[in-house]
Structures are given as C-alpha cells and as structure tokens.
C-alpha cells in the first residue's frame, strides 16, 4: 500500500528555517511525481512545489520562489522541502503527493486533482 508521511513541521519566528520531510513506502519514489501542497485556515489548499521523478525538473509558486527548495533524495525514499526565510503567511498544513508523471510539464503537473496518494500533513506555523 502507497504510503506518505510527512515530518518536520513546527512552530518557527518569521525569518526562521525549517526542512520537511515526505518518507514513502510501499512503492518505489524514484518513479513518481511529488509535491507539496499547503492549507492555511479558511483558506483552499493550493500548490506550493513539485518535483519530477527524476529530480531535474522543479516548479515552485510565486509565493515561495527563492525561498522554498525541493529536493530528493531517491535512494532513501524522502523528498525534502527546505522553507527559508519563513513568513506568517506560510503557516499552513503542508501536504505531500505523490503521482505518476502523467503530463509533459512539471507546472501543468502541480496540481491538486493530478495527485492520487496523500500524506497525512504536517503543521507550520511562523509566528513570534
């Protein structure tokens, strides 16, 4: 069975670093698309970044441009994300997805209703 956890969330100053982690077992990463999605209270959940399967292609939103990094690493079955410079308004549940590489483009990929498998979540919150 598919399955995806995310770790590595908490409470962070604005400014402040954190790194998640997205663990998947029961399948081989190294074959699928991932991303990380996020929902903030009140609000839908929207796209933060994704990944191709084979690491060389990344989309990331505007939000998070320059500030936010994916990565993989698929030996170990993870996929990171490393939030620098952490803002309130990145507070959110963040979620890991994981598909097959069913469309041509990484940004067309990145989006809700592409990912069939999902984690559970991970809360961040950036408030001093």
């Known amino acids: 069975q598919l399955q995806l956890v995310e770790s590595g969330g908490g409470l962070v100053q604005p400014g402040g670093s954190l790194r998640l982690s997205c663990a998947a077992s029961?399948?081989?990463?190294?074959?699928?698309?991932i991303a990380w999605f996020r929902q903030a209270p009140g609000k839908e959940r929207e796209g933060v970044s994704c990944i191709s399967s084979t690491g060389l292609t990344t989309y990331y939103a505007d939000s998070v441009k320059g500030r936010f990094t994916i990565s993989r690493d698929n030996a170990k079955n993870t996929v990171y994300l490393q939030m620098n410079s952490l803002k309130p308004e990145d507070t959110a549940i963040y979620y890991c997805a994981a598909d097959l590489p069913r469309i041509t483009t990484i940004r067309a990929m990145c989006v809700i209703p592409n990912f069939r498998s999902w984690g559970q979540g991970t809360q961040v919150t950036v408030s001093s």
């Open positions: 029961g399948f081989t990463l190294a074959n699928y698309v």
